[in-house]
């Protein structure tokens, strides 16, 4: 079977202006020693043209701590591959608006996940106002932005009051996902889990009358009544399971390629492009197997029994992997 590539999510460097209680990847506000060039990520971009890729969204660490930041934009939106930055805004600058315009970007995603106080508190004191200045400054550019926000127990609960707050910003869009116990969450024992029922509640509740487009990602679902419409598209199109190597794939900041960029274990890298190139390790025919080679034999708990499991095949593998090292099946599913 061929499987055509679409999507990436490619972590540019592991350098931040933090050190977020619950960062994915573990940044400790250091880059790698060993990340790639300006060069790598220029031939990197033009792998990935040439492997079909069509939309790339470019994350950190923060990707504004790379001096060369717009020139690995340029190299994939003069390709033609759709590109979008999601940064946490703390060091967006009036400099960065004409470069962003000059590159081409797609649009620019900012992180904020909840009202001052419980963002400042997982993050930094300051970050909220700087991430909300961040917003503001793009909209008025015209450089459509969207807000991320990540879900614990904590924050969770407080989704009406943050819907206030977002509602007032001028963006295109709202994405809600599931924080997942990896990397500094991990180690900080963040309390990760929430309703995911009550969730999706709430974007239904929003979703038609909101001032922009609301979504779930795809760690947060599965399969209730309105599952067509909580992703964002509005189409009637469902979850259809994980993507990770089948559609998509992530890069890290040192070449190391998985499915997904959340699926930061080890474990799961299936090559780096200072040993083979991207193709080799898009075509392998043994590659990114927990996907590409699934059945629904494989599925344990609840979803084993589940009608709707052969369409979400379990749902998100990186969330699964790091709640309970269980990859086919899903620990809060709404359903």
């Given at each position: 079977?061929?499987?055509?590539?679409?999507?990436?999510?490619?972590?540019?460097?592991?350098?931040?202006?933090?050190?977020?209680?619950?960062?994915?990847?573990?940044?400790?506000?250091?880059?790698?020693?060993?990340?790639?060039?300006?060069?790598?990520?220029?031939?990197?971009?033009?792998?990935?043209?040439?492997?079909?890729?069509?939309?790339?969204?470019?994350?950190?660490?923060?990707?504004?701590?790379?001096?060369?930041?717009?020139?690995?934009?340029?190299?994939?939106?003069?390709?033609?591959?759709?590109?979008?930055?999601?940064?946490?805004?703390?060091?967006?600058?009036?400099?960065?608006?004409?470069?962003?315009?000059?590159?081409?970007?797609?649009?620019?995603?900012?992180?904020?996940?909840?009202?001052?106080?419980?963002?400042?508190?997982?993050?930094?004191?300051?970050?909220?106002?700087?991430?909300?200045?961040?917003?503001?400054?793009?909209?008025?550019?015209?450089?459509?932005?969207?807000?991320?926000?990540?879900?614990?127990?904590?924050?969770?609960?407080?989704?009406?009051?943050?819907?206030?707050?977002?509602?007032?910003?001028?963006?295109?869009?709202?994405?809600?996902?599931?924080?997942?116990?990896?990397?500094?969450?991990?180690?900080a024992g963040i309390?990760?889990?929430?309703?995911?029922?009550?969730?999706?509640?709430?974007?239904?509740?929003?979703?038609?009358?909101?001032?922009?487009?609301?979504?779930?990602?795809?760690?947060?679902?599965?399969?209730?009544?309105?599952?067509?419409?909580?992703?964002?598209?509005?189409?009637?199109?469902?979850?259809?399971?994980?993507?990770?190597?089948?559609?998509g794939i992530g890069?890290?900041?040192?070449?190391?390629?998985?499915?997904?960029?959340?699926?930061?274990?080890?474990?799961?890298?299936?090559?780096?492009?200072?040993?083979?190139?991207?193709?080799?390790?898009?075509?392998?025919?043994?590659?990114?197997?927990?996907?590409?080679?699934?059945?629904?034999?494989?599925?344990?708990?609840?979803?084993?029994?589940?009608?709707?499991?052969?369409?979400?095949?379990?749902?998100?593998?990186?969330?699964?992997?790091?709640?309970?090292?269980?990859?086919?099946?899903?620990?809060?599913?709404?359903?």
């Open positions: 079977m061929r499987f055509n590539l679409r999507h990436c999510v490619w972590e540019i460097t592991l350098g931040c202006c933090f050190s977020c209680k619950y960062c994915g990847s573990s940044a400790d506000g250091k880059k790698r020693e060993n990340e790639l060039t300006t060069g790598e990520c220029i031939d990197v971009a033009g792998q990935l043209k040439n492997l079909g890729c069509r939309r790339v969204s470019l994350i950190g660490g923060e990707v504004f701590m790379r001096s060369d930041w717009s020139a690995i934009v340029e190299a994939l939106t003069s390709r033609g591959i759709k590109t979008c930055i999601i940064t946490n805004g703390f060091l967006f600058k009036d400099e960065h608006i004409e470069r962003l315009k000059e590159v081409n970007i797609e649009s620019v995603a900012v992180s904020l996940d909840g009202p001052r106080e419980v963002h400042d508190k997982y993050r930094q004191a300051g970050s909220y106002d700087r991430a909300v200045r961040a917003i503001n400054m793009l909209s008025a550019a015209g450089i459509p932005v969207s807000v991320i926000s990540t879900l614990n127990s904590e924050n969770a609960a407080q989704l009406e009051d943050f819907y206030r707050i977002v509602s007032e910003f001028d963006i295109f869009a709202w994405q809600i996902q599931a924080c997942s116990p990896m990397g500094n969450a991990a180690k309390d990760y889990a929430f309703d995911f029922g009550e969730v999706i509640r709430f974007v239904e509740r929003h979703m038609y009358s909101a001032p922009f487009a609301m979504g779930i990602a795809h760690n947060i679902g599965y399969y209730t009544d309105a599952e067509p419409y909580l992703r964002g598209n509005f189409n009637g199109a469902p979850f259809r399971g994980c993507t990770a190597g089948l559609d890069i890290d900041s040192i070449g190391n390629v998985r499915g997904c960029e959340s699926m930061y274990d080890d474990g799961f890298i299936e090559g780096n492009l200072r040993e083979k190139s991207l193709a080799e390790i898009w075509n392998n025919p043994d590659g990114f197997a927990y996907n590409r080679k699934f059945t629904p034999d494989l599925l344990t708990g609840k979803c084993k029994a589940c009608d709707k499991a052969r369409y979400c095949a379990a749902g998100c593998r990186s969330y699964n992997h790091f709640v309970h090292g269980k990859l086919y099946e899903s620990p809060f599913c709404a359903r």
